[in-house]
């Protein structure tokens, strides 16, 4: 059974500071990594993909990867309020096909 | 460009009863998924499109649920009989091929009673 972990949260910040957010998966064949942002009542929205160890930045975010901890994390700088949403993490084991996502986490940030 | 859209938006039914949800994909998009998030539970895949084919339907719960994609377009994702476990938000997705990212539509919540 493949799993995703994340903690659901709510992870609160202040305004500016930076959010971190974190995930685990189970299955070690997993090759492709994902990080969705989902507004309430919303599409699920890709903000990240990375696919090998490392960090890989696009603006406000960042994704790391540890594939021997098997460990996937998203931090987000200078957070606003408009971040205020659940992000998903979601694996695959190669391309975009079949995802296994995390339950989410809740990011709250406060004016 | 349109989105992937899904109709209706929410659906109240009965258990024992029949619902069809619609997915219409971006135009173009030869793949198309659905998937389900069932309350307090992760987001989960029911199956996958190439076309009008079934590629992958290893996620379909059981019998009770039917997907169909006539001419490759729009699909249809029918429950019938419903029953109360199948309360949830289905998502539907689409992508140009298997290394695009998904288009998530807004999906539909289902609430058996």
């Known amino acids: 059974q493949k799993e995703v972990e994340q903690n659901s949260g709510p992870l609160s910040v202040p305004e500016g500071a930076i959010a971190s957010l974190n995930c685990t998966y189970s299955?070690?064949?997993?090759?492709?990594f994902f990080w969705y942002r989902q507004y309430s009542g919303k599409s699920p929205e890709l903000i990240m993909s990375i696919y090998s160890n490392g960090d890989k930045e696009d603006g406000r975010f960042t994704a790391q990867l540890n594939k021997a901890s098997q460990y996937v994390s998203l931090l987000i700088r200078d957070s606003q309020p408009s971040d205020s949403a659940t992000y998903l993490c979601a694996v695959t084991e190669s391309g975009y096909s079949t995802l296994t996502f995390g339950k989410g986490t809740m990011l709250l940030v406060s004016p | 460009e349109a989105g992937v859209t899904q109709f209706p938006s929410h659906s109240v039914i009965e258990k024992g009863q029949t619902v069809t949800l619609r997915c219409d994909p971006i135009?173009?998009?030869?793949?198309l998924y659905w998937y389900r998030r069932v309350m307090g539970k992760e987001i989960k895949f029911l199956l996958h499109f190439v076309k009008e084919s079934k590629q992958d339907e290893s996620g379909m719960p059981n019998n009770r649920f039917l997907a169909e994609r006539t001419g490759g377009t729009y699909s249809t994702l029918k429950v019938q009989p419903a029953e109360l476990e199948d309360s949830g938000v289905y998502f539907c997705a689409s992508s140009q091929d298997l290394s695009s990212p998904l288009h998530f539509g807004n999906g539909t919540r289902l609430t058996v009673t």
């Open positions: 299955d070690r064949v997993s090759q492709s």
């Open positions: 135009s173009g998009h030869d793949n």
